[in-house]
């Protein structure tokens, strides 16, 4: 039986790879996504459900002689997933060449794989998502002898010792509010002593070195007293300077250990400017919220393409799933969706590739559009993944329920992805503080007409209603502005969805007309505006009944 190969079977992220890379980059990535994408949908995938069921990392606390060495240990299958997924260079080639090709490779590659990484286990993305983070943080902010120490490690592809990184923030008293942080940091010579704790501690005992916000002595309170320091694991491990209290017992992405963290003089190296640390940790931040919406899309991808295949093959009633009216309406509202979504956030990262370069020359009216776009998509398709989870179950039935098929894995895992990097309420708070420092709101208006205005005259009757839509939350934002703080606290998650709505819709329009115009991708354009801007729920010739074999399977991808 031919195996499975979450790449081969996407025609969006191939597409999507040969629109953003140079010819020679697409050749190299085309072969390796190919590779990673066939072991990811078999070895990895199967290690992912040995993981989440009887393979969870576990907190060795104490060793046979009572000595207490606060050791995760994780399963033999995790550790090849591990070595196999940094090989590739998700992280590594962002910041240094590509062998092959004797340059750098960039965050669009590196998107692509984590997308297809998180098709099988959205879990150990995270990892990688905060060794990203803090491969970006030293190469940014770090002095040349912190670099020289630690960036090799954290860069692996295989030729040294594999340093996996960590972001530490969150603590009890203060969770989203980081500006109430109290773990104190010493100085001690040529570094600094932590003391505290940190609550929420994600790739504990796997990170070779984490990057902790910590409060200097006599700095003063919130965000602002906040410094970046660079903390070796292993080292503050064995002196018993960093112990784990406890692992997380959670709902979902099992596969990435998360700790309760003790300082206890944990040594520490200062990280770039001591007033600038939440600063840089927020750029991170950034990052990390574009790697949350790129593994909601691979749980999204793997939701429809569980339902779809489900459906094509299950009997009900003396016909096949997909002969019904309800089924094929859901089955092109997902897909379509999926589709949009998946162009509209690798637009998002084609920006995040420039703005994010080291030395960028990005304006500061392109850095606040790339954190709108960050934030409203975050939020979207963090919220679509638990959608598509549940219509798959839904697809399923009964079966869907079920641990045996991966549709329930799905959904745990999903969940997660709404509170990770910022829930709805933090992000549209983001939305709120662009619009009063940087009027953000006429820039992103500003866009999306000059788009719109750019499209062919044959798709000005598709375009109308977006159009309008974008005319109303011009209006909207208009009415925002003259309302008190109070008031303007109320819509900061609708405006949110209403921008991520034109946004999409704008990128899916010009989807259609990148090189060729082809009927399927006119057809999925019409039914996303359909579906997001028309509010009719009774429809004499609905469209997706019109464009299902043309959208779920694939039949007839000719030019109009």
């Not at 990128?507 to 060729?516: F, S, W, Y």
Request: proline share 3%; net charge negative.
């Amino acid at each position: 039986m031919a195996r499975k190969n979450f790449y081969k079977n996407d025609p969006v992220i191939q597409r999507l790879m040969k629109q953003y890379l140079s010819d020679d980059f697409y050749q190299y990535a085309d072969d390796e996504l190919d590779d990673f994408g066939e072991r990811v949908a078999n070895e990895i995938d199967e290690r992912a459900v040995h993981t989440d069921r009887e393979g969870q990392p576990r907190l060795i606390k104490y060793n046979k002689m009572g000595e207490e060495i606060n050791h995760i240990w994780v399963n033999e299958g995790y550790l090849k997933t591990v070595e196999e997924t940094y090989n590739t260079g998700i992280v590594g080639y962002v910041h240094k060449d590509i062998p092959e090709l004797g340059h750098k490779g960039n965050y669009m590659y590196s998107y692509a794989q984590g997308y297809l990484l998180s098709k099988s286990e959205p879990g150990f993305y995270c990892p990688v998502t905060l060794t990203m983070a803090t491969a970006y943080l030293i190469d940014h902010y770090a002095d040349e002898e912190l670099k020289r120490r630690f960036l090799p490690h954290v860069l692996s592809t295989g030729d040294v010792e594999l340093y996996e990184g960590a972001t530490f923030l969150t603590e009890r008293q203060g969770g989203s509010d980081v500006g109430a942080n109290v773990v104190e940091a010493v100085e001690d010579g040529g570094c600094f002593r932590l003391y505290g704790e940190k609550y929420f501690a994600s790739n504990s005992g796997m990170c070779g070195v984490t990057m902790v916000l910590s409060r200097m002595e006599g700095a003063p309170a919130g965000t602002k007293g906040l410094s970046l320091f660079l903390v070796p694991w292993e080292e503050n491990r064995k002196a018993n300077q960093i112990k784990v209290r406890r692992l997380k017992d959670k709902l979902g992405v099992r596969a990435v250990p998360s700790a309760e963290i003790e300082f206890e003089g944990a040594k520490a190296y200062l990280v770039g400017d001591a007033k600038k640390g939440f600063k840089y940790m927020m750029e991170a931040l950034n990052l990390s919220r574009v790697c949350n919406s790129v593994a909601s899309l691979g749980i999204m991808r793997r939701a429809y393409d569980e339902a779809r295949d489900y459906a094509i093959n299950r009997d009900a009633f003396g016909h096949k799933l997909t002969n019904y009216p309800m089924i094929q309406d859901t089955l092109v509202q997902l897909a379509t969706k999926l589709e949009v979504e998946t162009y509209a956030t690798f637009d998002v990262v084609h920006l995040f590739d420039h703005v994010m370069a080291k030395g960028s020359d990005a304006s500061e009216q392109e850095r606040a559009l790339l954190r709108l776009y960050i934030a409203i998509m975050k939020k979207e398709t963090a919220e679509q993944a638990i959608e598509f989870s549940h219509e798959s179950i839904e697809m399923h039935g009964g079966n869907g329920y079920i641990e045996d098929f991966v549709t329930s894995r799905l959904l745990r895992d999903a969940q997660v992805l709404t509170v990770w990097e910022g829930t709805a309420n933090i992000l549209g708070l983001e939305v709120l503080r662009l619009i009063h420092n940087f009027n953000v709101h006429e820039l992103f208006v500003r866009d999306m007409h000059e788009r719109l205005e750019e499209l062919s005259p044959q798709l000005s009757e598709l375009k109308q209603p977006v159009v309008n839509a974008l005319g109303q939350i011009k209006q909207s934002l208009e009415e925002l502005a003259q309302m008190d703080q109070e008031a303007q606290l109320m819509y900061p998650k609708h405006l949110a969805k209403d921008m991520s709505d034109i946004f999409e819709a704008v990128v899916a329009l010009q989807q259609v007309q990148e090189g060729e115009i082809y009927e399927r991708d006119v057809a999925v354009a019409e039914v996303f505006i359909e579906q997001t801007f028309n509010s009719r729920k009774y429809q004499l010739n609905p469209l997706s009944l019109k464009h299902f074999d043309l959208i779920v399977n694939a039949k007839n991808p000719v030019s109009t």
